[in-house]
């Protein structure tokens, strides 16, 4: 059984930052991509940002390019997400998602099979 476990949200305010992290267990982590999303109030859940198995490629939705950075550790089964200058409109529920296929890098919602249980990023202005 896959499970996710993020940790990290909260309150900042704006132009702060958060270190949000994904524990995975359940299966072999280092051949799958790991991807998060986001869903504010309202909204839906949309795609924030995926890296590769390997780590080496990454696809960032636009709006957080060279504001977030992804990474992940293959020898703790954990993928983060560096959050800097952090706006209001980040304001959202956070989810780590795995896709079900080994070495599959999605970038939408319908191509990731497992989920965390989401953190509450809230960014004050």
């Known amino acids: 059984q896959v499970q996710l476990v993020e940790s990290g949200g909260g309150l900042v305010q704006a132009g702060g930052s958060l270190r949000l992290s994904c524990a995975a267990s359940g299966r072999t982590f280092s051949k799958y991509a790991m991807g998060w999303f986001r869903q504010a109030p309202g909204k839906e859940r949309e795609f924030v940002v995926a890296i590769t198995w390997s780590g080496t490629t990454t696809t960032y939705l636009d709006s957080v390019k060279g504001r977030f950075t992804i990474s992940r550790d293959n020898a703790k089964n954990t993928v983060y997400l560096q959050m800097n200058t952090l706006k209001p409109e980040d304001t959202a529920v956070y989810y780590c998602?795995?896709?079900?296929?080994?070495?599959?890098?999605?970038?939408?919602?319908?191509?990731?099979?497992?989920w965390g249980q989401g953190t509450q990023v809230t960014v004050s202005s």
């Open positions: 998602a795995a896709p079900g296929a080994p070495y599959y890098l999605g970038l939408r919602r319908d191509q990731y099979t497992y």
